[in-house]
């Protein structure tokens, strides 16, 4: 993995990084398989060492560890300078002395004639008396690499097979910027060669620069790495997943509430199908990633883009989540940072974790849940409107169930679900309604929302004094 710390961490970083995790393991009992990690900070306009903490902290939280690096290609500077010192020396790369202004020019022009962008070539066959004079000029220059104009180059990828493009269509990239420091391109085929890559796995929008590489590779006289370019994540329309869509940031999962085992599971499912729902029962990303690691076949990942659905992670996040003892459900809500009101005493806290436990999806879920335990409802006349009672017949419910409630007594033994839920379900039967045609009525007077916890364990936690205050706060309501 080789990604550029300019950003929060994307969850393409991830589903790539995965890839070469499983790979490298399933490849280590016959030979050592090493995940490498390299940060990609030569355009240091935009590189933050910020940037590069945030993708080591998501790469770690999802168990995605790596066993060599983090390489900084910004320290190796002197090593891609002497191999572009070669390239000029064997006639195989240029310097290029174009100004900005002179390049934008150019860009503007072929747009016009509908070309796509490309150097022209103009600093290519520059004398050397010329090139001295403007190096002594201190005219700034780039390094370009050279392509042939004609031909193809011709490559094979793991996925995809044999993959011929045409020289004319490769750009004459610059390999070393004006600062001294290298493009991607140089620096990622120098290092791969140097640490003995031999599979890069990466996206399929790097494809258009494999010839680039390869051409390097033959200008170094080095053996180049077997090529797999994965298909891109996609949005449930077939678009490339992006951030006006789908969240695409690693940071924002966390921050949800989703636990990395879930999302590195959601992950997994896209590389693989037989990395379905049964692997729930591994709860920690490391199990998740030796399991998945057992099987995994580079040859068999799928071309068709693999769809980022929300809703099979949420869902997927939900079963992880139920996967966990109460006791360690509890201990990950504070991990998260959540925070337990004042006004909640301890003995109702491991018995509201244990009905919201099942009704959530993410951790950031539990809190709106579970606020109206500590918080009163507030609500309006026209919130307890209801599609099959009137206004009238919903005062009515009120009454009788505050009517039937008030025979129970307050202690254990007698306020309790099952007593709550047969006197509720009297005062409904008293009315001549039917009680799923109620029941939205006594979940907005006890929770203030339509749905909620189960209502009659909500309202034996609550108590029998503040449920029937509760209930006679939503009558007042409605007069």
Known sequence: MAPSPTG??????????????????????????????????????????ESEEAILRSLRWLGLNWDDGPVRQSERSSI?????????????????????????????????AKQPPHYDGHCLTLSSDKIAEKIAGGVPFVVRMKVPQT???????????????????????????????????L???????????????????????????????SYFGWDAPRLCHLPLLRNPDKSKLSKRKNPTSILYYRERGY??????HFLGM??????DDSLIENDTTAKLIAAMSSHFELERIALGGPVFDMSKLNWLNGQHLRRHSLE?????????????????????????????QPRIETLADFEPLVAFFADRPKLSKAELALPKLSEEQSRNALMFAEQQLLDLGEDAASWNQAAIGEKLKAAVAEGGWKFKDAARLFYLAITGSPTSVPLFDAMEILGKVESLRRLRIALEALR
């Open 187 to 217: 620096a990622n085929v120098v290092d791969d060669h140097l640490m003995g890559i031999t599979h890069v796995i990466r996206g399929e929008e790097w494809i258009s620069s494999a010839p680039k590489h390869m051409l390097l590779y």
């Open 328 to 356: 360690n459900f509890m201990a990950i809500l504070g991990e998260f940072g959540y925070v337990w009101p004042a006004a909640i005493p301890e003995e109702w806290k491991a018995r509201i974790a244990s009905l919201a």
């Open 151 to 185: 031909g193809a180059c011709v490559f094979e990828d793991v996925l995809r097979g044999r993959i011929e493009i045409e020289w004319k269509s490769v750009d004459m990239q610059v390999l070393m910027k004006s600062d001294g420091l290298p493009t991607y391109h």
């Open 80 to 112: 891609y300078r002497e191999h572009v010192d070669r390239l000029l020396a064997e006639g195989n790369a240029f310097r290029c002395f174009c100004t900005p202004e002179r390049l934008e020019d150019m860009r503007v022009a072929q747009r016009a």
């Open 8 to 49: 929060d961490p994307h969850v393409g970083t991830a589903y790539v990084a995965l890839v070469n995790l499983c790979f490298a393991r399933s490849a280590a009992a016959d030979g050592d398989g090493k995940f490498v990690l390299r940060i990609e900070d030569t355009d240091q306009a935009r590189s933050t060492r």
């Open 259 to 264: 636990l990395p085992e879930a999302l590195l």
């Open 270 to 275: 896209l590389v693989d199908s037989r990395n």
